[in-house]
């Protein structure tokens, strides 16, 4: 992503760049919703001569993620003169621009969410509420990344065959990931299950 960002910027192909920003946030905001403090401001700085970057604190993170969503948003709207937009290479929302600020945007109301109780958020998020129509609305907005051409539920992760369809017969789940994903683990994610148990693991055939 920050490879798109660099040379997509450098290119003025905006929107590229727009788009690697708000998947880079959307990435870094998992990270720090797992694991807390992980690396952010040295981050990805090996050639530069930071070969074991620096942990920051999470609290600390969420406002750049915020500040980089709005300069991916910006960035998509950056009217720049001939410059290509994506397509069909853009596996997520086949270069609908309105479905990617959508996106962006309701992340930010997803990072305000989860900071409400530490700071006060109240003026962020009632202005992404007024304006509904910025926010996704609807499934065919998902902000979902397909594993596959169809679409359908039987779209499923790669690892559904070795999984299911052969018994198991080539790899078995790991049971400590499949306690974290069930919300069983006492330090990890505790009682949050995850909703991709079922595409990941049971067979959904009738």
Not at 120 to 127: P, R
Request: hydrophobic share 35%; glycine share 8%; aromatic share 12%.
């Amino acid at each position: 992503l920050d490879v798109i960002i660099k040379q997509g910027t450098a290119e003025t192909r905006y929107v590229y760049a727009g788009i690697a920003k708000i998947l880079k946030a959307y990435t870094f905001s998992i990270l720090v919703d797992v694991y807390g403090d992980c690396p952010y401001s040295e981050f990805n700085q090996f050639e530069s001569g930071t070969k074991q970057p620096k942990y920051d604190q999470g609290k600390d993170i969420y406002p750049q993620l915020i500040a980089l969503i709005d300069q991916g948003i910006a960035d998509i709207n950056n009217p720049a003169p001939n410059a290509s937009k994506p397509g069909a290479d853009d596996y997520i929302y086949k270069g609908n621009t309105t479905n990617w600020i959508k996106a962006a945007n309701t992340l930010k109301l997803k990072l305000y969410t989860q900071v409400r109780l530490v700071q006060n958020v109240t003026a962020q998020v009632t202005a992404l509420l007024a304006s509904p129509s910025t926010l996704i609305n609807s499934q065919a907005e998902s902000f979902m990344m397909p594993f596959g051409p169809f679409g359908t539920t039987d779209d499923r992760h790669p690892a559904y065959g070795d999984y299911n369809a052969t018994q198991r017969g080539g790899q078995l789940f790991s049971p400590w990931l499949y306690e974290i994903m069930k919300g069983r683990n006492p330090n990890i994610l505790t009682g949050s299950i995850d909703p991709r148990i079922p595409y990941y693991i049971y067979n959904q055939k009738t």
